[in-house]
């Protein structure tokens, strides 16, 4: 059998990647996996029966002290690779089975790197690098690019980045950035969707807005329209949901209930959009905010009313949004509190820590997507957006140097630079909603058609 170490310094649950890696590994005959990482969400449903039938081995790394996040950042930062080093060695060099193939995910790169090479050595095994971005450039978002650190964590990103014996990477601009700069060979490995990222049948969209009704149904803002629709519906006993209705005997197919359901889409429903985040600096959620204020204050020039609990949508150039922010992180709070305070009255936001079966649920319910990602090296692209293409949603995407490897202006998306920008993307976007939708609710994009790029 040949054994590969698939490592990540972080919460596994939370690096679908490598998930998706440790995964095709498993299903390739011969092998066996040990996924390495911190302890934390929940696995992707493909790895519980190869974690059950032994496959695939977790191997969690010891959480740091909690005392390590109270100390001054430039003192933590190099205590806590100290810590994580001897951690890593212990691990890779002593207590785990001997591996034949070391899959490691940059970044984090410090002690990775250090601690993954010895190991490679110690038990003449292959290191593969899946370089996903740079780990000096997200440095650099809160430090500054001249930092001290920065440049020491630059030099040694560079020297041991050389010392492997292979490597992924995510674009064609990351692989000219590495073999012109760096003078190392990678591969372009684009990420592609799992089979779970699928649109979402009408029963299931209705099953999952049932299940985030307590959620939609407390308000966010003053004038909330979705509070107001939810607690309006709250007492139906789970024949109504802010986009759904269930008869009470199966109906003839029609467009609103394909297929004979019993379940059928409100005319007056809101479009809903989805997007996901760590809630970390190299997103902009001030800008979202903006936008949002700036769409909210459009619809009510365009439809010349104020939006109550009773209005109905239509086919106005501005219906109404209800945007799910999914995710955790350290700035969820602020924002949140920032959100709060909008008093908006044609879109509403939500916030939610979805499980892990949910979340393709909700992206395959979904109308419309956003990306805020805007990349430390400008040389990486936001995965969520690829598992928004599986499920079959449009995407508005922040334009940057590369995201044209993935986004197509006007095919598959569209791009923005700016709060008015996204305004007038999810406008564009969503014009006709709902009348313009599939059997199952999800808008036909007006631009183009959604590709999905499957094979892993």
């Given at each position: 059998m040949t054994r590969a170490w698939v490592v990540v310094l972080g919460d596994v649950g939370r690096s679908p990647r490598m998930q998706y890696h440790t995964s095709s590994l498993c299903k390739t005959e011969g092998y066996t996996v040990n996924l390495v990482g911190y302890r934390g969400a929940?696995?992707?449903?493909?790895?519980?029966?190869?974690?059950?039938?032994?496959?695939?081995?977790?191997?969690?790394?010891?959480?740091?002290?909690?005392?390590?996040?109270?100390?001054?950042?430039?003192?933590?930062?190099?205590?806590?690779?100290?810590?994580?080093?001897?951690?890593?060695?212990w691990m890779l060099l002593v207590s785990l089975p001997k591996?034949?193939?070391?899959?490691?995910?940059?970044?984090?790169?410090?002690?990775?790197?250090?601690?993954?090479?010895?190991?490679?050595?110690?038990?003449?095994?292959?290191?593969?690098?899946?370089?996903?971005?740079?780990?000096?450039?997200?440095?650099?978002?809160?430090?500054?690019?001249?930092?001290?650190l920065v440049r020491l964590a630059e030099k040694y990103e560079r020297y041991w980045g050389r010392k492997a014996d292979g490597g992924f990477c995510v674009t064609k601009a990351m692989q000219e950035e590495l073999m012109k700069n760096w003078n190392i060979k990678a591969t372009v490995f684009y990420d592609r969707p799992p089979e779970f990222f699928r649109p979402a049948t009408l029963v299931e969209k209705h099953e999952l807005l049932l299940r985030l009704e307590s959620t939609i149904s407390e308000g966010m803002h003053p004038n909330d329209f979705a509070a107001m629709l939810g607690n309006k519906n709250s007492g139906g006993k789970g024949e109504t949901t802010l986009c759904t209705l269930r008869s009470a005997t199966t109906t003839t197919t029609t467009a609103a209930a394909p297929h004979g359901s019993n379940i059928s889409l409100r005319p007056e429903r809101p479009a809903i959009v989805v997007t996901s985040t760590s809630w970390t600096p190299d997103e902009d959620f001030g800008l979202l905010l903006a936008a949002a204020q700036a769409y909210d204050a459009a619809a009510a020039k365009s439809n010349n009313t104020v939006t109550t609990c009773t209005t109905r949508s239509g086919t106005s150039s501005h219906p109404r949004l209800l945007i799910?922010?999914?995710?955790?992180?350290?700035?969820?709070?602020?924002?949140?509190?920032?959100?709060?305070?909008?008093?908006?009255?044609?879109?509403?936001?939500?916030?939610?820590?979805?499980?892990?079966?949910?979340?393709?649920?909700?992206?395959?319910?979904?109308?419309?997507?956003?990306?805020?990602?805007?990349?430390?090296?400008?040389?990486?692209?936001?995965?969520?957006?690829v598992d928004m293409f599986g499920a079959g949603l449009p995407v508005c995407a922040l334009s940057y140097n590369c995201i044209h490897e993935l986004v197509a202006q006007g095919r598959n998306g569209l791009l923005f630079?700016?709060?008015?920008?996204?305004?007038?993307?999810?406008?564009?976007?969503?014009?006709?909603?709902?009348?313009?939708?599939?059997?199952?609710?999800?808008?036909?994009?007006?631009?183009?058609?959604?590709?999905?790029?499957?094979?892993w």
């Open positions: 929940d696995l992707i449903s493909e790895l519980q029966a190869p974690v059950a039938d032994g496959t695939v081995t977790l191997n969690y790394i010891p959480d740091l002290p909690r005392w390590v996040s109270k100390i001054p950042r430039p003192l933590a930062l190099p205590l806590k690779a100290i810590l994580q080093l001897f951690a890593l060695l591996p034949d193939v070391i899959l490691l995910q940059l970044p984090p790169a410090l002690p990775t790197m250090v601690a993954c090479w010895l190991a490679a050595r110690r038990h003449r095994a292959r290191l593969i690098y899946d370089w996903h971005n740079f780990a000096y450039t997200l440095m650099a978002l809160t430090m500054g690019r001249g930092h001290q799910f922010v999914t995710g955790r992180g350290p700035q969820r709070t602020e924002f949140e509190s920032r959100m709060r305070q909008l008093d908006l009255r044609y879109v509403a936001f939500r916030t939610a820590w979805l499980d892990p079966g949910d979340y393709p649920l909700l992206l395959g319910s979904a109308d419309m997507g956003i990306s805020l990602h805007s990349s430390s090296s400008g040389l990486d692209l936001p995965m969520k957006v630079s700016s709060a008015e920008e996204l305004a007038m993307a999810l406008q564009e976007g969503l014009e006709g909603f709902p009348e313009v939708a599939d059997e199952n609710g999800k808008k036909v994009f007006c631009l183009g058609k959604v590709e999905e790029r499957r094979s």
